[in-house]
């Protein structure tokens, strides 16, 4: 499941990497969410990340928020070409909050966001965040969902 959640830009930065403590703040507020849903903790998983922050960079850097990239890929084309095992993938997009903690609650006020926080069958995650103060939204965030459970 694909979802998109933008919100009016706040501050603005010139980095275009993912901020020291981004992913560990999203990770742990995935796991309390899902931990009070009766779900399985997920852990981070290097393919995933670096596909998740590949596409903030690229929304970043064409101001746009989407699943579909640039060069028109989706979330389960741009995982497996970035070795992920898996198809078993979902993804939350987000645009506007310089902080993990905001995002997270952006998507946890969305049913939609939070479906996929909350399914039960994901084992893995990856988070990007990238920024460009010149764009609409100024920040951009990427979860990126996987199980690769070899029956996937």
Known sequence: MTLLLPVPAHGTTT????PTGGAERILELTN???????CPRVRLNPSLTRTAQRHSTDMARNDYLGHIGSRGTDHIT?????????SYVGENVAAGNAGASATFAQWS???Q???NILN????ELGVGH???PDSEWGHYWTQLFGSSDPRD
């Open 109 to 111: 006020t969305s049913p």
């Open 32 to 38: 309390r969410a899902r931990a009070g849903a009766g």
């Open 130 to 132: 990238a920024a460009n």
């Open 78 to 86: 741009r995982a497996r070409r970035a070795g992920y095992p898996s």
């Open 120 to 123: 039960c069958s994901f084992t």
């Open 15 to 18: 980095r275009a990497e993912q």
């Open 113 to 115: 966001h939070r479906k």
